[in-house]
Every structure is written in C-alpha cells, then in structure tokens.
C-alpha cells in the first residue's frame, strides 16, 4: 500500500485550524489570568477585614472584662477605663508617654485593682512601680464617702 501524499488544501486548513486554536488558547489563558489576579485581591481584602474584625473582638473582650470586673468589684466609675485605643504605630514624645501612663492604668485595672489588689503595700504604694496607688486611694475615698 502506498500513502498518498497530503493535498495543499488540507495541509492550508489544518494550519488555519492550529492558528484559531493558538488565538482561543491565548483569549482563555488572559481570562484566567485575569481571574486569578480579581481573586487574589478578594482573598487579600478578605484577610484584611478579618484581621480589624479579631482586632475589633479583642477591643471588646477587654472592655467587657475590665466592665464586668469594676462592677463586681464595687468600683464604680473610677474603676472603668476608656476604650482602648487602635493598634498603631508607636507614639513618640508627649504622646507616647501618655499612652505608657494609659498602658500601666489598665494594667493596674486588671492586674491589681481587678484581683483584689496583690500589688498593694498597707501603706498604699505599688509594688509593681514603687509609686502611691491613685486608683486604690480615688476609690477608697469614693467608698468612704
């Protein structure tokens, strides 16, 4: 048996055909592209709004705690703290020691005037800074009166 030969046309029709093919292959391999880059963008956005959201849990945890421990503790409005502030970058200067002084005032809250005072000498100085208490001393003197 011999083989013919393939005719002209057939070889010009398979060579448009591998041409169309090329072009559609190109077309779906932008769309793909295309789509993974609108997902990685959702999938970043997504991270993002689940990180202010833990961030957001964990602003109101502690609000509930420091609340509920004021409360039971009888301490009323000197023993509730303002609402903590968002995560940022460092404040410098007069700023940041304002935050230090806001950062030992909640630990106080929570560590010493939230457990029963373990921090406390009897002559009301702070073990933890070596300083008079004036959480203890504001809230002793609003019980007294």
Known sequence: MTQNPPSPL??????????EIAIEHGALTRQVAGLQRRMSEQLRAYAQQV???????????AQLIVSR??????LGV??????????????AGQAGARAMAEASNVICQ?????HAHPWLEGDGQCR????????YASSASEAAE
Do not use: F, I, N, Y
């Not at 929570?110 to 939230?114: E, I, N, R």
């Open 10 to 19: 057939l070889a010009r029709h398979d060579s448009v055909a591998a041409r």
């Open 110 to 114: 929570t560590g010493c005037v939230g």
């Open 128 to 135: 933890r800074t070596g300083q008079a208490c004036d959480l």
């Open 78 to 91: 000197a023993g509730v703290m303002r609402p903590l502030a968002r995560r940022g970058p460092p404040p």
């Open 51 to 61: 990180l202010a959201l833990e961030d957001e849990v964990l602003h109101l945890r």
């Open 69 to 74: 421990t004021s409360l039971l503790w009888g």
